[in-house]
T-cell receptor, first 113, second 114 residues
């Protein structure tokens, strides 16, 4: 079982608030990812990181930002939440390689009112 | 356009029965194909991975097949259990970038009834 954690698991917040979704892994993986997933839809990559001080934007345009100051920590921040940000956010990590397996956290379900 | 299509969208079966889920892809070039299981409210968990040269891979009651010529894969579940109720996601990786980009299907929602 993968050791990757996300907090909070559920969050209900008002429009305009700043929020940070936490993601931590204890496996020492260099690569980490953030995905957005709506019900019945595919996962969309919004951010990824190759390692410390590396952050890249994914395929889906997102108003969120990420940081990677430590290997084990990859937080995602929304400066001003909007109802359109309501979704499930999944964090994942992997070891680089041709058949790298991504290990996913349990996700954060965000509802913006 | 690189795509991953899964069918059926949803499936209901009785406990103890077998079922087969389908995945068709147009991703090129091709590196590997994975099946993930995602329980409600949880993150996906990898079940199997197959590369171009593999056509069958088993993990307990789960058996995945791959036909790289027709770009089709299936996931067969034998003797289903209530705990098999989940979304099953097909994920295809290309080898055209250093990231090894992943293409996700929308999943098949399987419900197993007692």
């Amino acid at each position: 079982e993968a050791d990757i954690y996300q907090t909070p698991r559920y969050l209900v917040i008002g429009t305009g608030k700043k929020i940070t979704l936490e993601c931590s892994q204890t496996m020492g993986h260099d690569k980490m990812y953030w995905y957005q997933q709506d019900p019945g839809m595919e996962l969309h990559l919004i951010h990824y990181s190759y390692g410390v001080n590396s952050t890249e934007k994914g395929d889906l345009s997102s108003e969120s930002t990420v940081s990677r100051i430590r290997t084990e920590h990859f937080p995602l921040t929304l400066e001003s939440a909007r109802p359109s940000h309501t979704s499930q956010y999944l964090c994942a990590s992997s070891v680089p390689g041709n058949q790298e397996t991504q290990y996913f956290g349990p996700g954060t379900r965000l509802l913006v009112l | 356009k690189n795509q991953v299509e899964q069918s059926p969208q949803s499936l209901i079966i009785l406990e103890g029965k077998n079922c087969t889920l389908q995945c068709n892809y147009t991703v090129s070039p091709f590196s590997n194909l994975r099946w993930y299981k995602q329980d409600t409210g949880r993150g996906p968990v990898s079940l199997t991975i197959m590369t171009f040269s593999e056509n069958t891979k088993s993990n307990g009651r789960y058996t995945a097949t791959l036909d790289a010529d027709t770009k089709q894969s299936s996931l067969h579940i034998t003797a289903s259990q209530l705990s098999d109720s989940a979304s099953y996601i097909c994920v295809v990786s290309d080898r055209g970038s250093t990231l090894g980009r992943l293409y996700f299907g929308r999943g098949t929602q399987l419900t197993v009834w007692p």
